[in-house]
């Protein structure tokens, strides 16, 4: 994974995203300004804009005029049109993250490091999507 260093809540953050050859681009859009990177799968290009958000923002309530648009190297395109949409392809890009016996994340995940208590991962979900992560688990478990 390459490490991406930028500021995370006002301090230092490492973050992980999949690097290598980029089939896939990504276009941002919230509060009149915009966005275009490229990554190797949906995954990293959804966690790469919810980065770019908790980067630019406190909590959802302050994203406007808000859009996530995902296209491969053939045209194929999936779109998130809210916060909780963008929120949801994350929660489940994490079902294959493997986690111990204690709940303790067993390497490095988004912008968590390896040993993250699974509560603390938690709390991300609970902040940025409307119904929480028990919402999440209602709905995709």
Same mark, same amino acid.
């Not at 909590?59 to 999936?78: A, I, Q, R, T």
């Given at each position: 994974?390459?490490?991406?260093?930028?500021? *995370?809540?006002?301090?230092?953050?490492?973050?992980?995203?999949? =690097?290598? /050859?980029?089939?896939?681009?990504?276009? $941002?859009? &919230? !509060?009149?300004?915009?966005?275009?990177?490229?990554?190797?799968?949906?995954?990293?290009?959804?966690?790469?804009?919810?980065?770019?958000?908790?980067?630019?923002?406190?909590?959802?309530?302050?994203?406007?005029? *808000?859009?996530?648009?995902?296209?491969?190297?053939?045209?194929? =395109?999936? /779109?998130?049109?809210?916060?909780?949409? $963008?929120? &949801? !392809?994350?929660?489940?890009?994490?079902?294959?993250?493997?986690?111990?016996?204690?709940?303790?994340?067993?390497?490095?995940?988004?912008?968590?490091?390896?040993?993250?208590?699974?509560?603390?991962?938690?709390?991300?979900?609970?902040?940025?999507?409307?119904?929480?992560?028990?919402?999440?688990?209602?709905?995709?478990?």
């Amino acid at each position: 994974m390459e490490k991406n260093y930028e500021k *995370f809540y006002e301090q230092p953050k490492n973050c992980y995203f999949a =690097s290598g /050859e980029p089939p896939y681009s990504v276009r $941002l859009e &919230a !509060n009149m300004r915009h966005e275009i990177v490229e990554f190797e799968d949906f995954d990293s290009c959804f966690l790469w804009a919810l980065y770019r958000l908790l980067l630019r923002f406190r909590g959802p309530e302050e994203v406007e005029d *808000f859009k996530v648009v995902v296209v491969d190297d053939v045209g194929f =395109s999936l /779109e998130c049109n809210s916060v909780d949409e $963008l929120v &949801a !392809n994350v929660w489940k890009s994490m079902t294959d993250m493997p986690f111990s016996y204690d709940d303790k994340l067993e390497e490095d995940w988004f912008v968590f490091d390896k040993g993250t208590d699974k509560d603390d991962i938690m709390e991300l979900f609970d902040r940025w999507y409307s119904d929480g992560s028990k919402g999440l688990k209602e709905k995709y478990f």
